[in-house]
């Protein structure tokens, strides 16, 4: 998400300065302006513009964001607000010639939150706000209509009840259902006055039960109660976590805005809608929204009744329709954006409740955009601002068709690869091979406590991964990003039974051959087959928007790619090299993996080079078609990474079935294999093998390995510039943190690139550098440097050792310190810039001192990021590296993070 640093302004308190804590708006002039977003919030500056513009609003005032902070540092509200408050309500009763809640004619007001980002339904609202016994009776009596009185005072009480004295919704709504029933009701219109008015009672005494108190009759003291738990509702749980999903400040707080309440239920020439200038899920230029005659805005939003396409108002009330059209039409040029738009309609006159800049999906912010360009709307500097880096996923992905009347939600895990698919359910890896077939027919999907290394086949022929455990950065996430295959992680209802070969959730069995259906974007599970809407990068929207962007940037954008296949992709969606190809994975295919194992159970050098030499021209084939693909960009290949006993069974699995053969074959030639593959997983066994005998260490304990993989490499980058190819390997040593390390394995590599040089006769350009990925490294960085010629930030690991946190166990306690705001997001999916982003900086400065030209860059997930991105291209960093289907979102990023510099605009990490 493309982010911005803010700093709430605090206003001054001195007797010189007071405070102004609340702006009057009302009678074409507005005492704040849309400018003021930061105090009055989107809705009170929305409000304050409209009026100044003299459109139809409802006069009112704003509270300011202060008094929210305020009231968050101290736990009340100040005097000086209470006071201000009371000034603008005295204000708004001579305006109208009402009293609040009093008289024949009663005011009655609502009372909104308004942040300045849009947080739609995050926080709280009050309607009717003043009505009582007494009031009701009063409105009854003037509207003529006791049924609308009676309906808009129970609104209040369930809204006050719920929002103020939290009580439960569910315990209003069983009232009114009861209600309906007893009175054969089909909807709630069906209701008629004195049904109204019992429910009404009935609701204060849930009140009275519930709340332990009455429900408050004086109108001053239910504006000021509805006041501060608007202010309250900005640490709600749900307001909380959408600040934290859209990296929205804590700090910054909530306006109220207090509006004289206009009734769209006040009869059949009354109602209320919403709607948006152009179409938010295409960018069609089109008039769209929902309205409802006879109703309340909550009526429209909580699918009570099924609204109507707004296209109907122009039949029902053409003159308000017409006069609709012309004022949101005026407010998207003034804006000079799709418009968001809130309206009631009291007895046939319009009213504006709110308008803001609308929501939308990727591919209709890339429509939009390009539109208001041709529209000379905007610029097309403008233009690329216009969407959020993360909803170009939008183009590349399939997606759930959310039109189906009914989907089966069966739990939410983490949404750690965007798209969708549809499959059968299988519980392994060949299951999984077998299952697919030959030629991938059978849509599979592998549902795993969690993946390893080992279950790669299955998971290359699966169109989705479903895991029970595991974060945003586990194995699973990472290598299915890098596919472009759909995953969802860490789903804690569901429960895997391998052995059984079934799944449960919440109650429910699935077993394999069952079908079910992901969705990587949302998270979501669910029961059964769901139709697929197809997604294609060759969009020309798409194409367009990117135009604009890249002249802006200067940073590089590289994919993590380790097969042919992957870097073909990742070039299609741009990439400009490969900043990671992990050799690793090439070991898993069925036909090396016999020789990476037999070469890990060999106890002699010599045994080891043995196995090695079947290794080399299938690794040597791996690379050179990986440089053919990206021919003219550079190919970053790291070293053997992981420790040896991952390329072994699991020492548990293999303790189950010596004892299982001991029991039943004690003879047997394949208990003596079993014991002996044990005896050596047992020896390769390590407490903590995150930080054990991997990475360098390998290499330096079995430098022929290192030798192997060297060989390959340019052995392969010979065979393709005779090709014709232009090739640039960088050969990057994982996990150093002392110069000697680096300095031991770099001269391997020089030797060995050597010696291929003279058997060949031809030589290639290339480079050695370092993973940077240990704190000590990053500390070090002048030192490593001497050697290094670039440096690459595996911020996966390097945040794992920053924080101490395990990336496939962090899950068992990050809610608790995301709710209680000790992280305000998962640092293994935002880089932790006030931690490990320090020493990344730390890291870039130290290690140019040394070597000016040091080339910079990160492979981490964090390269496709977008605030990542955008802290990468303000610390002077060459490159990011990420999974190809996030290459299009990294570019943009890096082009608006360029652009805001070029520009003078603000940007930064957090709003």
Known sequence: MSTVVETPNVASTSSKNPTKY?????????????????????????????????LPVPPGFTIQTEACREYMRTGKTSAEVEQQTGDALARLEKLQDQKLGQGENPLLVSVRSGAKFSMPGMMDTILNLGLNDESVQALAKRSHNPRFAYDSYRRLIQMFGSVVLDIPKKAFDEVFDAKKKQKHAKLDTDLDAKAMKEIAEEFKKVVKKLAKTDFPQAPAEQLAMARDAVFRSWNNDRAKTYRRINAISDDLGTAVTVQCMVFGNLGNTSGTGVGFTRNPSNGGKEFYGEFLMNAQGEDVVAGIRTPLHISELKKAMPAVYDQLRDITSRLERHYRDMQDFEFTIQDGKLYMLQTRNGKRTGRAAARVAIDMVNEDLITREEAIFRIDPNQLYDFLVPKVDEKLSHLDVLTVGLPASPGAAVGQIVFTADDAVAKAGPDKKNPVILVRSETTPEDIHGMEVAVGILTARGGMTSHAAVVTRGMGKCCVAGAGEVGVDDKAHEMRVKGRVFRAGDWISLDGTSGRVIAGKVRLIEASADDD?????MKWAEPFRRMRVRANADIPRDAIKARSFGAEGIGLCRTEHMFFETDRIAHMRTMIMAYTEKERRVALRKLLPMQREDFAGVFRAMDGFPVTIRLLDPPLHEFLPRREDLMVDVAKLELTKPKSPKLKELRAVLKRVEELHEINPMLGHRGCRLGITYPEISEMQTRAIFEAAVLVAKEGVKVAPEVMIPLVSTLKEMQDQAAIIRRVAEEVFAEKERRVGYMVGTMIELPRAAMCAEEIAAEAEFFSFGTNDLTQTTFGFSRDDINKFLPIYLANGILKQDPFAFLDQEGVGKLVQRATVGGRKTRAKLKVGICGEHGGEPSSV?????????????????????RLAAAQAAAREKLGLEGGATK
Do not use: W
């Open 22 to 54: 609340v702006y009057f708006f009302g009678a074409g002039k507005a005492d704040g302006t849309g400018k003021m977003k930061s105090e009055l919030g989107g809705k009170g500056a929305g409000l304050a513009e409209m009026t100044n513009a003299g």
């Open 541 to 545: 929207d798409l194409q367009t928007i």
């Open 870 to 890: 955008e802290f990468c291209h303000h610390i002077g960093l060459d490159y990011v590296s990420c999974s190809p289907y996030r290459v299009l979102t990294a």
